[in-house]
T-cell receptor, first 115, second 112 residues
Framework: DTGVSQDPRHKITKRGQNVTFRCDPISEHNRLYWYRQTLGQGPEFLTYFQNEAQLEKSRLLSDRFSAERPKGSFSTLEIQRTEQGDSAMYLC?????????????FGSGTQLSVL | AQSVAQPEDQVNVAEGNPLTVKCTYSVSGNPYLFWYVQYPNRGLQFLLKYITGDNLVKGSYGFEAEFNKSQTSFHLKKPSALVSDSALYFCAVTPPGGKLIFGQGTELSVKP
């Protein structure tokens, strides 16, 4: 399978715990995006990378959230001291990047439940 | 700031009838517009996009969308709906080279 893959598919955690999600983009894609989706809402932009550089981070994103893409390939999203409001589907997407290559390819997401 | 509005939370259509899912946008400059579909327990799938040229864009599964610059709209259409079209549909907008901003989604329900 050469699509975008995310791990784990589901994560249940207790409030206050840290969680980390992984995303493996399509191999030739330079851009990698993280979105968050709650029930009945559209995907909300969190952050994106061009190769290993994090180019933009949503102003709405708490300091408890951090993302990395150390070698310009896979990416991790960490949430520290989770809160119940963090419960959502976390989506990763990748693209070739640049003008004319804005089409995103999405993974199946990681469903986070914070108890 | 760029934004997308999908005014209808849900659209109900009988199978075989035409369907329209509405989308309006706000973005500076010339927008790139997209439609994605999300089936239950599946990731978002690309349907079609408008970048430039003909205002009527054709995409996957028989869907098409019409770009209207004066009304800042990009409505999704299909001449004859299928039950299997039932899903969640998202409109998205970006300036060239930018990140996609999504609408809140419209649930399409096609009844036999």
């Amino acid at each position: 399978d050469t699509g975008v893959s995310q791990d784990p598919r589901h994560k249940i955690t207790k409030r206050g715990q840290n969680v980390t999600f992984r995303c493996d983009p399509i191999s030739e894609h330079n851009r990698l995006y993280w979105y968050r989706q709650t029930l009945g809402q559209g995907p909300e932009f969190l952050t994106y990378f061009q190769n290993e550089a994090q180019l933009e981070k949503s102003r709405l994103l708490s300091d408890r959230f951090s993302a990395e893409r150390p070698k310009g390939s896979f990416s991790t999203l960490e949430i520290q001291r989770t809160e119940q409001g963090d419960s959502a589907m976390y989506l990763c997407a990748s693209s070739l990047g640049g003008i004319g290559n804005e089409k995103l390819f999405f993974g199946s997401g990681t469903q986070l439940s914070v108890l | 700031a760029q934004s997308v509005a999908q005014p209808e939370d849900q659209v109900n259509v009988a199978e075989g009838n035409p369907l329209t899912v509405k989308c309006t946008y706000s973005v500076s400059g010339n927008p790139y517009l997209f439609w994605y579909v999300q089936y239950p327990n599946r990731g978002l799938q690309f349907l079609l996009k408008y970048i430039t040229g003909d205002n009527l864009v054709k995409g996957s599964y028989g869907f098409e969308a019409e770009f209207n610059k004066s009304q800042t709209s990009f409505h999704l259409k299909k001449p004859s709906a299928l039950v299997s079209d039932s899903a969640l549909y998202f409109c998205a907008v970006t300036p060239p080279g930018g990140k996609l901003i999504f609408g809140q989604g419209t649930e399409l329900s096609v009844k036999p």
